[in-house]
């Protein structure tokens, strides 16, 4: 278990709705990745968040967005879901330094999101 | 524009056997990572390679890094059945751009 926790584990939801995503980080862990993962790919850099700021952003439109709390838990944000938008979502957490080290991501379990 | 290359993509092995999975980037990171994935699972870390020539093991896997081929591998020793997943590896952008780069991933099925 990494101790970054998700949820909610499913959704289902149809086209032209908003959804939020819940990600709680491993304590301590000042930066948050998510990341989207479609059926039989790779993940996909969504964006990361570092000390409540966004700090990085991948190919994904505006209707993506995030916040981070003082607490380190996170929340995805999709407006105007479209089909392609189903996928399983992964936040990563990482304890970001200022001495060099891994950088390690701990993911989450993920939720899986289906547009209808 | 950083890419990463994985293959073979799919790999069916006997157990016993040893394999290796390459993962190719395209333009200087300075870390690679490999996790694993079960299916309808997180991603589990494995390893992180830090330095040209770094090698890590664990257990029957086996990573290693040359940054100048822009080259990491994963070699597979004596694979078992409990091995079956799917690989992945990812290059760091840097803090800067603060993500990982994956590849599609290496489905591995160990058969008897």
């Known amino acids: 278990e990494t101790g970054v926790t998700q949820s909610p584990t499913h959704l289902i939801k149809t086209r032209g709705q908003q959804v939020t995503l819940r990600c709680s980080s491993q304590?301590?862990?000042?930066?948050v990745s998510w990341y989207q993962q479609a059926l039989g790919q790779g993940p996909q850099f969504i964006f990361q968040y570092y000390r409540e700021e966004e700090n990085g952003r991948g190919n994904f439109p505006p209707r993506f967005s995030g916040l981070q709390f003082p607490n380190y838990s996170s929340e995805l944000n999709v407006n105007a879901l479209e089909l392609d938008d189903s996928a399983l979502y992964l936040c990563?957490?990482?304890?970001?330094?200022?001495?060099?080290?891994?950088?390690?991501?701990?993911f989450g379990p993920g939720t899986r999101l289906t547009v209808l | 524009e950083l890419k990463v290359e994985q293959n073979p993509l799919f790999l069916s092995m006997q157990e016993g056997k040893n394999y290796t999975i390459y993962c190719n980037y395209s333009?200087?990171?300075?870390?690679l990572y490999w996790y694993r994935q079960d299916p309808g699972k997180s991603l589990e870390s494995l390893f992180v390679l830090l330095s040209n020539g770094a090698v890590k093991q664990e257990g029957r896997l086996m990573a290693s890094l040359d940054t100048k081929a822009r080259l990491s591998t994963l070699h597979i020793t004596a694979a078992v059945h409990d091995l079956s997943a799917t690989y992945f590896c990812?290059?760091?952008?840097?803090?800067?751009?603060?993500?990982?780069?994956f590849g599609k991933g290496t489905k591995l099925s160990v058969k008897p």
């Open positions: 990563a957490s990482t304890l970001r330094q200022q001495a060099p080290s891994t950088d390690t991501q701990y």
């Open positions: 333009t200087t990171s300075d870390r």
């Open positions: 304590s301590g862990h000042n930066t």
């Open positions: 990812a290059a760091y952008r840097g803090r800067s751009q603060g993500n990982l780069i």
